[in-house]
């Protein structure tokens, strides 16, 4: 499959404070991405999407941006809250709607 | 909202046996549903995509005969474990594509512990 991959696995924001979480794709086909929120022996849970027709969107404290010239996106989260603390993963999606996640950043807000 | 169930959510046996683990959509009809595992600690692999009334298509690496998918209704897909060995011990978590209006949902994941 495609190869989805995060730059930093680990970070630690203060509460309040603006994170930023990196993904890095290699299928230059890819066509949507998602960016999800996992929480200890959860499932994923949705928080954003963008279609590779746009570079940004944003939602309610989050923004994706998206740098197909790179094959790059990120997730920005406004005035990081504790209840943001989780893993993050970016999954790219292909035509058949197949998801291939990367590896995860774990975001710890400390307060 | 739509709900994807996963039944059982935690799951025990013994290492030779197999077990059943079941992906359901709730309140949408889901013709594709996909089969994942993950490792603690590490991000969600896919294993399968699962379409109804057809054979699943598997991932490369993935064997066919040791995870068995059936997705016989539209509302419905099981991923049997064949066999079970320790290192199949994971959390496995299903999605759902809604039939009606493409959007994905995901299960709450099982946790196979295989002694």
């Known amino acids: 499959g495609e190869s989805v991959g995060l730059h930093l696995p680990t970070l630690s924001v203060q509460e309040g404070d603006n994170s930023i979480i990196n993904c890095a794709y290699s299928?230059?086909?890819?066509?949507?991405f998602i960016w999800y929120k996992q929480e200890s022996g959860k499932g994923p849970q949705f928080i954003i999407d963008i279609r590779s027709n746009m570079d940004k969107r944003q939602g309610q404290r989050v923004t994706v941006l998206l740098n197909k010239t790179v094959k790059h996106l990120s997730l920005q989260i406004a005035a990081t809250q504790p209840g943001d603390s989780a893993v993050y993963f970016c999954?790219?999606?292909?035509?058949?709607?197949?998801?291939?996640f990367g590896t995860g950043t774990s975001l710890t807000v400390i307060p | 909202g739509a709900v994807v169930s996963q039944h059982p959510s935690r799951v025990i046996c013994k290492s030779g046996t197999s077990v059943k683990i079941e992906c359901r959509s709730l309140?949408?009809?889901?013709?594709?549903m996909f089969w994942y595992r993950q490792f603690p600690k590490q991000s969600l692999m896919l294993m399968a995509t699962s379409n109804e009334g057809s054979k699943a298509t598997y991932e490369q690496g993935v064997e066919k005969d040791k995870f068995l998918i059936n997705h016989a209704s539209l509302t419905l897909s099981t991923l049997t474990v064949t066999s079970a060995h320790p290192e199949d011990s994971s959390f496995y978590i299903c999605?759902?594509?809604?039939?009606?209006?493409?959007?994905?949902?995901f299960g709450e994941g099982s946790r196979l512990t295989v002694l």
């Open positions: 299928n230059s086909a890819s066509d949507y």
């Open positions: 309140d949408f009809q889901a013709t594709t």
């Open positions: 999605s759902a594509i809604a039939t009606n209006t493409g959007e994905l949902f």
């Open positions: 999954a790219e999606a292909n035509t058949g709607n197949q998801f291939y």
